[in-house]
């Protein structure tokens, strides 16, 4: 639904993909916009929703140079009867990026937008305007909820394939049309830079889109803006974005794999120059602010955090963690207390606290890394690991026994309807948690889905930690290592919500659609 301006792509594009006269890019590729461009302002990063509620939502837009936002709203396309609202003024503070916080909005009503950018000298000259459309959030349950998730884009050296379609998953899901989509984190690869081509192991060729940004690490605040811009020169994820809102979250390659607070990089990394880890996320944490609508990290946002609860209706609360920024070192995971754990004592007891107030029927926990999987931590020559479980089957240790403390509260709280969604370890499947299987028996059944990646290497399953006894139901996943997205194991996940009966509905699909697992959930029972 975008319109996108015919934009330059001087100096930007390296590699065999940078004479192809048949994509269309917005123009000044990951360059700084330049100042004394003629003509008017452009928009040519498209336009995103984000975070959006019953009468409230998030607008995105990026600029070409400096100019002031402008968004409009009304009922239907033609724009009759048109709402205005004055955003911010665009600038190099944030890199051309702004955000409009759009209130008073009809509830459960397709809302369609336009961004129009403005001079900041003469008002008058606009530039083309981009639109889009959204759905708010319906306060009446008999609507229903729909929303799909996955993870992990542009990984392990594979992007942008012009060859394969580009991001054609994001095509598949928005047929859908879903309320919103929930991105479970690893929006960039930071961490990991793209060759123009890379080799596929039957000889064919994978190419890459390429920018400057994305051929080394990123370190400076410019290198972490430019991997976020890097993204949006997909026209499938502009159309998408265009048309449905996101809840982000973030995990590791938005900063560097497998980081944590406090991390020094050692010189078996020589591709860092800067080894402050902290320094590093405080400015992929700016960027990530920048190029996401994220209600509670826009400018005069009280809570200045990722972590953040979603209300849709009487039928879903979606509680979106941070697993990161609080999260104690990697280690061997085994210790007898770890009150720090992975999420950080002050957001354990936000979530427990918020768990117990929510009243909707369904309370998904949308966790950037998984429960029960065995995440090894490889950056480093010990037995280390990433998430919470560490391959001991017996009672919580380390970073369990937060996870256990969580869902001993809510068996005694008596909180039903919880849900857990993650994504990470690029692969998919079901776990169903039963204590009758469990070393730690204190808590009520419960089950996790895994999806991903959008655009990444696919792995094989991760080993199972029997300490809350999962089982895999279901899985997906190739038998060897780094598949690349031209072979397919790309996975998204399908949550939809019965206005009537209150049924969840989890769908496991592949990257064109295709369903590969279903599960029928039921309403009112603690845990799932």
Not at 142 to 167: C, E, P, T
Not at 353 to 360: I, K, N, P, T, Y
Not at 493 to 502: A, K, N, P, T, W
Request: proline share 7%; glycine share 10%.
């Amino acid at each position: 639904m975008s319109t996108f301006p015919s934009p330059s792509r001087r100096g930007v594009l390296r590699g065999s993909l940078a004479a192809s006269a048949a994509l269309s890019l917005p123009g000044a590729l990951g360059a700084a916009p330049a100042f004394a461009l003629s003509g008017r302002p452009g928009a040519g990063w498209g336009v995103q929703t984000g975070d959006v509620g019953a009468h409230s939502g998030l607008v995105w837009v990026r600029s070409d140079r400096p100019a002031r936002m402008v968004v409009e709203t009304a009922a239907t396309e033609s724009f009759r009867n048109a709402r205005r609202w004055c955003g911010p003024l665009l600038g190099a503070g944030t890199d051309f990026t702004g955000t409009t916080r759009l209130h008073g909005l009809p509830s459960g009503e397709q809302i369609h937008y336009r961004v129009l950018l403005a001079d900041p000298d003469d008002p008058r000259r606009t530039g083309e305007p981009v639109t889009g459309t959204f759905r708010t959030v319906s306060e009446k349950r008999r609507q229903g909820v729909k929303f799909l998730w996955s993870g992990d884009l542009a990984g392990q050296g594979w992007g942008i394939n012009q060859d394969i379609g580009g991001y054609r998953i994001y095509d598949a899901m928005a047929k859908l049309d879903p309320d919103f989509f929930l991105c479970s984190g690893d929006n960039i690869y930071a961490d990991g830079p793209m060759n123009a081509t890379q080799a596929l192991p039957d000889g064919r060729v994978y190419r890459n889109l390429v920018t400057e940004e994305k051929s080394k690490v990123a370190e400076t605040l410019a290198e972490y803006r430019g991997n976020f811009r890097y993204n949006l020169l997909d026209e499938n994820l502009r159309r998408f974005n265009a048309r449905v809102p996101s809840v982000i979250q973030w995990d590791d390659h938005e900063v560097r794999n497998n980081w944590y607070p406090g991390e020094v990089i050692t010189d078996s990394d020589p591709r860092y120059t800067e080894r402050s880890v902290d320094v590093l996320a405080a400015r992929a944490r700016r960027a990530f602010s920048e190029y996401f609508p994220v209600s509670t990290l826009t400018p005069g946002a009280k809570q200045g955090r990722v972590q953040r609860v979603l209300r849709h209706g009487p039928l879903l609360d979606v509680f979106v963690l941070d697993m990161r920024t609080y999260r104690d070192a990697n280690s061997t995971n085994v210790r007898t207390t770890d009150p720090q754990g992975i999420l950080g004592r002050e957001q354990l007891e936000w979530l427990k606290r918020e768990l117990a107030a929510s009243r909707a029927v369904w309370k998904v926990i949308a966790a950037d890394m998984p429960l029960g999987l065995v995440v090894p931590d490889p950056m480093e020559n010990k037995p280390n690991f990433e998430a919470v479980a560490q391959g001991d089957p017996g009672q919580p240790l380390g970073r369990e026994l937060q996870i256990a403390e969580l869902l001993r509260f809510v068996k005694h709280r008596r909180i039903t309807g919880t849900v857990w969604l993650t994504a990470d370890v690029h692969h998919t499947s079901a776990q169903h948690y039963q204590p009758s299987r469990a070393a730690f028996k204190d808590f009520e059944p419960f089950w996790e889905f895994v999806s991903g990646p959008l655009n990444a290497g696919a792995f094989p399953a991760n080993e199972l930690d029997g300490t809350f006894g999962p089982e895999r139901v279901f899985v997906k996943a190739p038998t060897v290592a780094n598949v690349s997205p031209a072979d397919g194991f790309q996975f998204f996940g399908e949550v939809d919500i019965d206005g009537h009966s209150g049924e969840l509905t989890v769908r496991l699909r592949e990257s064109d659609g295709t369903v590969l697992f279903t599960r029928v959930l039921q309403p009112g029972r603690v845990g799932q």
